[in-house]
Nanobody, 123 residues
Framework: QLQASGGGLVQPGGSLRLSCAAS????????LAWFRQAPGKEREVVAA????????AYADSVKGRFTISRDNAKSTLMLQMNSLNPEDTSLYYC??????????????????WGQGTQVTVSS
């Protein structure tokens, strides 16, 4: 089970930190990712990592602004989002699959999904 939290309303240029608490997984070689979906748009990847380390990937639109990380002890995936802009407004989801894949950006590759947390960037 994946439980996302940390969304909210923030002004342009602000920051938010999303968390995704995981239970019932033995992560090992799992791939975990953050996706987002705005109304009327397709779900798109934001960032992904291999839980065991050695793989990190970001969408071009968030490179240099967002950082994906994990807390092994707490079985929690995080997404630090800085320099937010209105185009980042979306429902953010965490997702997991058993192994890292070169298709890390394809939502159909993921088997487990959290419920989503809303991020709204507006003045």
């Amino acid at each position: 089970q994946l439980q996302a939290s940390g969304g909210g309303l923030v002004q342009p240029g602000g920051s938010l930190r999303l968390s995704c608490a995981a239970s019932g997984f033995t992560f090992d070689d799992y791939a975990l990712a953050w996706f987002r979906q705005a109304p009327g748009k397709e779900r798109e990847v934001v960032a992904a990592l291999r839980w065991g380390g050695g793989r990190y990937a970001y969408a071009d639109s968030v490179k240099g602004r967002f950082t994906i990380s994990r807390d092994n002890a707490k079985s929690t995936l995080m997404l630090q989002m800085n320099s937010l802009n209105p185009e980042d407004t979306s429902l953010y989801y965490c997702a997991a699959r058993i192994r890292w894949t070169v298709n890390w950006g394809d939502p159909t590759e993921y088997d487990y999904w959290g419920q989503g947390t809303q991020v709204t960037v507006s003045s």
